[in-house]
């Protein structure tokens, strides 16, 4: 056998410190405890709209008030291959209103989003306009990353995402947090210091033992666990990352299945109004409630708290459609919106509504002057804040859809005196960290831009008013 | 400091082998040794060869995604499957957009007649490709408002990359608008091949506020004139001539932005995740690729650099899902059923399934970006789902049935628990550490490790001898090559 890098490492028990863990004040165990306790029983879901959402067509100017309505019906086309929403087909909210803070144009939900519509009725759901980042890049990869890594300017060089750095601070390793109902971990879930998983069906999760030798399972189980614990404990990156992974699979694989049948057993209705809405959304967020469910209810080994779930085809350069019950983008924003509202009345009767909060965002918007019949990609969007402890209403404002850049994108804004200042999605990122997840200084896990105020996010703003 | 004369030692050949195709055979290994066969000798020998015209054909996508694992087991080539596997996922196209099995199998086709061939002749012909056409709209794309899918595309993931190694932007928005033009008026026929359309073709004349066809102004150093794409004629001359200014643009270093880009792709993939551009700039000194674009020289001198062999024992990159199928079963000598199951019997999903679960679906990547390599690759999903496969690869079945024929890949006349354990390490290609050896001997003789084993015990052998392959294949250093 030669020496290798693993064993050299192990046996000498060398500690590489320090790249990967977060800033020295979320080292102290006490701190990090303190921190987990402020979390209490709360949860936290992120609904990832892969493809980048035309937020153009999702929340609309309904009138002219402020002249959004003109410049909307110029970059959006009617007749074949049109994508202009008439206000008639708008849903258009009245209590609570649902008014741009900045020029006081009503403002309609795409039609396929009554689901969202109707939770914003009971006031909860939180618009945030406008939502973007200096330096917008329209490549889906790249902005895709950006959101998730929280730097666009690059400035920290984190290769770590949002969410995960502050999982890293508040969890350990033999703690699993989180939970992305995918293939793999959400990349603003990714660090090195704490679990999360990746499941995408509850019931599927059992550990693959064969049954040939009977009574070698556990010998089998015991030298699985042993030879991960130990890559688990080793000090080079990845073999931790892969040890990590395997520990928490090989825990989950015994303490998440179970689950399954649990809610299906109990909560059989609820279930029924998910397999209703029939598409991935609706089956994931099923996933989660099922989880959720187990945590309320102290199911050992279960403690997830965060929770990630995406839904794709936003990419809508070709027939997008409008308000048409078989277009494209409306089948999108009738799944998303029904998924939820199903999901809420789930919460709602486990008595964990108030305690839930999903956030909704996307990579981009899309062009705001459309193509032949969709559209290519834009720079702000709009995203959500949903949940029963959420101030409902509309915050950030349309974005100045009648004053493009060079490439027909609408600008990104931090000037105070401009009243179509954008929202910075670190503004979003750190008003969730202080005021659902208990975090004094979200500047420690979200890079503050230096340079010109006026186009750079120079002062962060982490009371936006919905938590 | 060695080169292509340098003698190949064992873990070197190892890493050779198993980084340029689907596992390392043992015996080959020591057949090599034996020889004592040198680094420029073997790759040579693993560049011998004539891409074939195999096409995996079948009217369901998955008929052909399955016919192309199946292929990959069998081929002598694993070199070349390993490429076409690269240029699959570098020209990311799914058949979830496409609908179109025939059309996926003919770009697989073209991948691999292209594999190592020369690369811009490549863009080229996948500009004209009818799966990728429709992929990225090319076929949608209307001189009335174009698109920019492709355009964009083919700069940012196919040629130059979004920024240059200085962090500079490579391309402008202006330069994706201009080059959307050129591909105004593609579309394929019945036969798949590429026609173009005058009639729906962006000429300059009939859209004079569009701006001159002139791309890269303000980069790739070719002035402040910029590049015009018309300079070969107007039309269907325009889509090759966009290629060609591609291939001249220098970053900000005044080095060639394409071979950088590729170049860096290629060592990321065959060796180690992101090389540092002296490595890069070196393979391309060494094969000319910044004038050539020619893969095969390009990984003829990736292969026999000391650089290539850093990892050997050591290695430092995720196996993708599909390289951990096929390179279990080539280790473990089974081929792959009728049904595309590697087992008999009802308990082994077709290979299909198999790979889903681990995040890599062939001819249906997850967007146009590919796959996500490395960590990417592991999740607790992704692994429990290696360990789906490898349960069901190497369990006994009851009745006395059973795929893993462990006579055929050890001696069983090994008595000496550590001993099996390491002919099995060594079969699968691990270096174990003194801690996984010792629970692994200790698995093998419930605890008893210095109590001789007897292989041809039957429950030994297809109870404890099996689940021993199958701890090892499960383990963290078999996920990485």
């Keep these: ?467 | 400091m060695g080169d292509e004369n340098s003698v190949l030692t064992r873990s070197e050949a190892r890493h050779l082998l198993r980084r340029t195709g689907f596992g390392a055979d043992p015996r080959q290994l020591d057949h090599l040794v034996l020889r004592g066969s040198t680094r420029g000798e073997v790759v040579d020998n693993l560049l011998d060869f004539d891409p074939k015209k195999f096409k995996p054909r079948g009217k369901q996508i998955e008929d052909v995604h399955n016919k192309w694992v199946k292929y990959m087991v069998r081929t002598k080539y694993q070199l070349q499957e390993k490429l076409v596997l690269f240029w699959h996922d570098h020209f990311a196209t799914g058949n979830a957009k496409v609908n179109n099995a025939e059309l996926m199998t003919n770009q697989n086709l073209l991948f691999r007649l292209n594999c190592k061939g020369n690369f811009k002749d490549l863009v080229k012909a996948v500009n004209k490709d009818a799966a990728m056409m429709e992929y990225l709209d090319t076929v949608r794309n209307s001189k009335n408002q174009p698109n920019e899918n492709y355009a964009r595309e083919v700069e940012e993931l196919f040629t130059l990359g979004v920024k240059d190694s200085a962090g500079n932007a490579n391309y402008t928005q202006a330069d994706i608008v201009q080059i959307a033009r050129a591909f105004t008026g593609w579309d394929y026929d019945d036969d798949g091949l590429a026609t173009f359309d005058s009639g729906r073709h962006d000429y300059a004349n009939k859209y004079p506020a569009r701006g001159p066809k002139v791309i890269y102004t303000t980069v790739g150093q070719f002035g402040s004139g910029g590049r015009s794409f018309t300079v070969n004629g107007e039309g269907e001359p325009e889509i090759d001539t966009v290629i060609d200014i591609i291939f001249d643009h220098r970053d900000t270093n005044s080095h060639n932005t394409v071979a950088r880009h590729i170049g860096g792709k290629l060592i990321s993939y065959f060796a180690f995740p992101s090389p540092p551009l002296s490595l890069t700039d070196a393979v391309i000194a060494d094969s000319g690729f910044d004038t050539s674009f020619d893969i095969n020289s390009f990984l003829r001198a990736l292969f026999v650099r000391d650089e290539f062999y850093a990892n050997a024992d050591d290695p430092v990159s995720v196996k993708w899902p599909v390289d951990y199928v096929v390179s279990t079963l080539n280790l473990l000598r089974m081929k792959l059923k009728s049904k595309y199951q590697y087992v008999d019997g009802g308990d082994g999903a077709a290979i299909r399934d198999q790979l889903l679960n681990m995040g890599q679906v062939l001819l249906d990547p997850p967007s146009v970006f590919g796959w996500d390599w490395e960590t990417a690759w592991i999740s607790s999903a992704t692994l429990l789902a290696r360990c789906s496969f490898t349960r069901d690869a190497t369990a006994a079945r009851a009745g006395g049935g059973t795929s893993l024929r462990p006579e055929k890949l050890i001696d069983l006349t090994l008595t000496d628990p550590g001993d099996v354990v390491d002919a099995v390490a060594d079969r699968l290609g691990v270096n174990l550490t003194a801690t996984e050896r010792s629970i692994l001997i200790n698995y093998l003789t419930d605890n008893h490790p210095n109590t001789p084993v007897d292989l041809n015990d039957p429950d030994t052998r297809d109870g404890k001898l099996h689940g021993l392959f199958g701890l090892i294949l499960q383990s963290p250093a078999y996920q990485l090559h």
């Design chain 1, 1 to 467: 056998m030669a020496i290798t890098r693993r064993q050299f490492i192990t046996r000498t028990g060398v500690a590489a410190a320090g790249s990967f863990l977060g800033s020295g004040l979320f080292r102290n165990p006490l701190l990090r405890q303190a921190l987990a306790d402020t979390i209490g029983d709360r949860y936290f879901v992120v609904l990832f709209l892969d493809g980048g959402n035309d937020g153009l067509n999702t929340i609309t100017p309904a009138d002219n008030v402020g002249g959004l309505r003109t410049a909307y019906n110029a970059a959006r086309n009617t007749g074949s291959g049109g994508l202009q929403l008439a206000p008639g087909s708008l849903l258009v909210p009245t209590s609570p209103a649902m008014k741009d803070p900045n020029t006081g144009a009503q403002l309609g939900f795409h039609p396929g989003l009554q689901g969202l519509k109707n939770l914003y009725d009971q006031g909860q759901v939180a618009v945030i306009q406008g939502c973007g980042y200096p330096n917008y890049n329209t490549s889906h990869e790249v902005s895709r990353s950006i959101w998730q890594v929280a730097d666009p300017l690059g400035a920290a060089g984190y290769g770590t995402g949002w969410m995960g750095r502050y999982l890293a601070a508040n969890y350990t390793g033999s703690q699993i947090p989180g939970v992305c109902v995918r293939g793999e971990v959400a990349r603003e879930f990714v660090q090195y210091t704490t679990s999360v998983l990746a499941i995408e069906q509850l019931k599927d999760f059992g550990f693959p033992y064969d049954d040939f030798l009977s009574g070698d399972e556990q010998a089998k189980r015991d030298a699985f666990s042993a030879i991960y614990g130990q890559a688990k404990a080793a000090t080079d990156p990845l073999f931790k990352y892969v040890g990590d992974s395997g520990s928490a699979m090989l825990t989950a694989s015994e303490s998440y299945p179970p689950l399954h049948n649990d809610y299906h057993k109990d909560r059989k209705s609820f279930e029924d109004a998910y397999n209703a809405v029939g598409r991935s959304t609706a089956r994931d967020l099923l996933e989660i409630a099922k989880v959720i469910y187990g945590v309320k209810r102290g199911v050992p080994n279960v403690n997830a708290r965060f929770f990630e779930i995406s839904n794709g085809g936003y990419d809508t350069h070709s027939d997008q459609g409008g308000a048409e019950t078989d277009g494209q983008q409306y089948g999108l924003h009738k799944e998303v919106g029904d998924s939820l509202q199903v999901f809420f009345n789930d919460l709602q009767d486990m008595g964990v509504a108030s305690k839930t909060c999903v956030m909704v965002w996307s990579e981009f918007s899309r062009r705001i002057e459309q193509n032949d019949n969709g559209t290519d990609h834009g720079s702000q969007g709009p995203m959500f804040v949903i949940g029963g402890a959420v101030h409902g209403g509309v915050y950030g404002n349309h974005p100045n859809i009648a004053d493009l850049d060079g490439d027909g994108n609408t600008k990104y804004s931090q000037d105070t005196a401009n009243g179509f200042r954008s929202t910075d999605l670190r503004d979003v990122y750190g008003t969730i960290l202080k005021h659902w997840l208990g975090m004094t200084n979200p500047s420690a896990v979200l890079p503050v831009d230096g340079g010109d105020p006026k186009t750079r996010w120079t002062a962060p703003s982490y009371d936006m008013g919905f938590l």
